[in-house]
C-alpha cells in the first residue's frame, strides 16, 4: 500500500502503551469445544514453527467430530467435513461484478487528495445496520489521508452525505492511514461502542494499530488503545464461535515474503497490548496460489498481501488478498486479486480453489485493472444474494482512479455438490440437530431432490424415507423439506442421524435444521442485512421479504 512498500516488523513491542487498557491482563479462556463439536487442544492458538509453501494441514478434515452438531448455521459443502461418502461432483462458484460498478467513484475534492483520487475499501468496512435499515461503507477517500462514510438504501447507489466532522464532507477521521478495520459490533452492549475502528497509522514507532469507537460510526472517540509496531497492511475480525478478535497481523518471513501473524483477544482493548511471544505465525501464500500471467512476472512467487475474514452462518470465511507481482518499474499498479479460504476452527485454512474468487480486468481503462482487495465485514446477506464490496484500481499509478466495486454471489454459492441424469447420493456423517424443520438450497429446475434419514447403524428411520419424502425442485435458497406421515423432525432431535441425499439433475449447496418454518438457520450473517436484527439469521423468510422491498 506504502509507495516505498516498507518491510515490516516481524518485531513486537512491549513498550506500547495502551491508555485505558488492562495491558499486562492475561487473555480470558476462551471455549474449547466449538459449536459444531470441534474440541480445540490445550494449546491455543497452535504455535507453527515454521510456514512454508505447502498447503496448511487442515485438523479437523482429517478427524472431525464423531456426532457434529448443526444447530449453528447452514451446513455448507465446501469441504468434506460433513460428508461421509458421495458420488455427487463438488463445484467452486466465484463471483461476479455487478454491471453498475464502479458503484463508488472519488467525485468530490477531498477524494482527490494524496497520490491518486481515490473512494475505495481497503477493508475499512461495509454493513447493514439493522438500527436504521441502511447499507453503510467507510472507505479510503483521498490516498491514505482520509476515511470517508457513505450510504446506501439498496447497497448499488451509494450516497455521501454532508456530515458535521469536516462541514460539508463525509469525511469522518482526517488521520494519515493504511489499512482501516470499521466493525458494527452487535453483540456490544454499551452502545457509545457499536461501532470500533481499528485503524494502522503512523506514530514515532512506525506502523501501530490505533482503536477508536463510535456510537454513529461518525464521530469517533479519541484513541482507546494503541498497538506495538506491526505491519501496515493489519486488519482485524471477530470471532463469534470462540468469543475473540483477531488480529490479522501482516508481516514478512523469510522466502515467502508477506506473510500474517495471528494474535486473539476477548476484549479489543486489551488485545492491543501484545507481548513479542503471543503473535503467532499464521499463513502465508503457497505453491497453489496463482502466478501473474504476464509474461515478465509470471516466475514471481505469490505472497499474501491481506486476509480479512467473516463469521458465515456455520464457518468462518477468509477473504485472501493475493499479491502477484508489482510491475513499478513500469508505473503500473500492483496485481492483487481476492481468493477464498474456509476455517472450521478460526484458525486452519481450507483452500480448496485457486481460481480468484473476486479478479481483476486487464482490460484499459477498467476500473479494476489491479489491485482488488477485500472489504472489513466480509459479504452482506441480501436476500438469496451475498454483496462482495472490494477496491479495484486503473492501470496507471499516475493517472488512474481508485474505486469500489460490488461482486454478487448466490447465498452459499461457494461450492455445489451436483448430479447429471443419473441420480447421486450423498451420506452425512453422524450429526444432531435440536431444530424440527429440514432446509435446502437447491437448484433443480429439470431434476428432483429427495432425502433420508438413517440411524447409527446406517438403516433408514421411519418415516423418513426416500418414498415418503416429498420431492423437492427448482431453484431456492430456502427450501423445506417435507415427509409424508411426519409434520416434523422432532422425534429425531437430539438424537445422532445421518441425513442421505438423492439428487437427480441438479446442485445442492447447503443443508440445515431450522427450529421453526421460518427457515431461519441460527448461522452467522457476516455483515448482516435487510431483515436481519443482529449478528445471526433469526429471520429466516422474512429476511428475503425485507431485501425485496428494499431492492425493488
Not at 461432483?89 to 461484478?97: C, K, N, S
Not at 482490460?363 to 462482495?388: H, I, M, P, T
Amino acid at each position: 500500500m506504502v509507495p516505498k512498500d516498507i518491510l515490516v516488523l516481524a518485531m513486537f513491542s512491549l513498550s506500547a502503551v495502551v491508555p485505558g487498557s488492562a495491558a499486562a491482563a492475561e487473555p480470558e479462556r476462551a471455549p474449547a469445544m466449538l459449536p459444531n463439536g470441534l474440541r480445540l487442544p490445550n494449546q491455543w492458538p497452535p504455535r507453527p514453527q515454521s510456514l512454508t509453501r505447502e498447503p496448511m494441514e487442515v485438523p479437523c478434515l482429517k478427524s472431525p467430530p464423531a456426532v457434529i452438531p448443526i444447530d449453528v448455521g447452514r451446513q455448507l459443502f465446501v469441504d468434506d467435513f460433513l460428508i461421509d461418502r458421495t458420488t455427487l461432483r463438488r463445484t467452486f462458484h466465484q463471483a461476479e461484478y455487478h454491471p453498475a460498478c464502479p458503484v463508488l467513484k472519488p467525485d468530490r475534492p477531498w477524494e482527490r487528495e494524496g497520490a491518486l483520487p481515490t473512494a475505495m475499501v481497503f477493508s475499512d468496512g461495509v454493513w447493514f445496520d439493522p438500527a436504521d435499515g441502511l447499507f453503510k461503507m467507510w472507505y479510503m477517500g483521498g490516498y491514505t489521508t482520509t476515511t470517508c462514510y457513505a450510504t446506501s438504501k439498496d447497497g448499488i447507489r451509494w450516497e455521501k452525505p454532508s456530515l458535521d466532522v469536516e462541514p460539508g464532507t463525509n469525511i469522518v477521521l482526517r488521520q494519515g492511514r493504511d489499512s482501516v478495520t470499521v466493525w458494527l459490533d452487535l453483540r456490544e452492549s454499551d452502545l457509545k461502542r457499536r461501532f470500533k475502528m481499528f485503524a494502522v497509522q503512523r506514530d514515532g514507532r512506525g506502523w501501530v494499530v490505533v482503536l477508536r469507537v463510535s456510537a454513529d460510526g461518525i464521530h469517533w472517540s479519541k484513541p482507546l488503545a494503541t498497538s506495538p509496531p506491526t505491519g501496515d497492511r493489519t486488519t482485524v475480525f471477530y470471532n463469534p464461535f470462540r468469543g475473540v478478535w483477531v488480529y490479522s497481523l501482516r508481516s514478512d518471513y523469510s522466502g515467502l515474503g508477506r506473510t500474517r501473524r495471528y494474535r486473539e483477544h476477548p476484549d479489543a482493548v486489551a488485545g492491543l497490548a501484545w507481548r513479542d511471544s503471543e503473535p503467532v505465525l499464521w499463513v502465508g501464500a503457497d505453491r497453489l496460489d496463482p502466478h501473474n500471467p504476464n509474461p515478465e512476472l509470471r516466475n514471481v512467487a505469490p505472497q499474501l498481501y491481506n486476509l480479512d475474514a467473516v463469521a458465515y452462518e456455520s464457518l468462518i470465511l477468509g477473504l485472501f488478498s493475493i499479491w502477484q507481482g508489482d510491475p513499478a518499474q513500469r508505473g503500473f499498479q500492483k496485481r492483487n486479486e481476492v481468493l477464498l479460504g474456509f476455517s472450521r476452527d478460526g484458525f486452519h485454512w481450507h483452500r480448496p480453489d485457486r481460481h480468484p474468487f473476486a479478479g481483476v480486468n486487464e482490460s484499459d481503462g477498467a476500473w479494476n485493472w489491479a489491485n482488488v482487495q477485500s472489504a472489513g465485514g466480509g459479504c452482506l446477506v441480501v436476500g438469496d444474494k451475498l454483496y462482495f464490496y472490494v477496491s479495484g484500481r486503473q492501470q496507471s499509478r499516475k493517472t488512474g482512479h481508485n474505486t469500489t466495486g460490488l461482486a454478487i454471489l448466490r447465498r452459499d454459492g461457494f461450492a455445489s455438490m451436483d448430479a447429471g441424469s443419473d441420480e447421486g447420493t450423498l451420506t452425512t456423517r453422524a450429526v444432531r440437530f435440536g431444530g424440527k424443520h429440514l432446509f435446502v438450497n437447491l437448484v433443480a429446475p429439470k431434476g428432483e431432490l429427495r432425502v433420508e434419514l438413517l440411524d447409527d447403524k446406517g438403516r433408514v428411520l421411519e418415516p423418513f424415507t426416500r418414498a415418503n419424502c416429498t420431492p423437492s425442485s427448482g431453484d431456492s435458497t430456502l427450501a423445506e423439506v417435507k415427509w409424508s406421515g411426519a409434520d416434523d423432525l422432532s422425534s429425531v432431535s437430539g438424537k445422532a442421524v445421518r441425513f442421505r441425499f438423492h439428487l437427480r439433475s441438479g446442485s445442492l449447496y447447503s443443508f440445515w435444521v431450522s427450529p421453526d418454518r421460518s427457515g431461519a438457520s441460527h448461522g452467522y450473517v457476516a455483515a448482516g442485512g435487510p431483515g436481519l436484527t443482529g449478528p445471526m439469521d433469526t429471520a429466516g423468510q422474512a429476511a428475503y421479504a425485507a431485501a425485496r422491498k428494499l431492492t425493488e
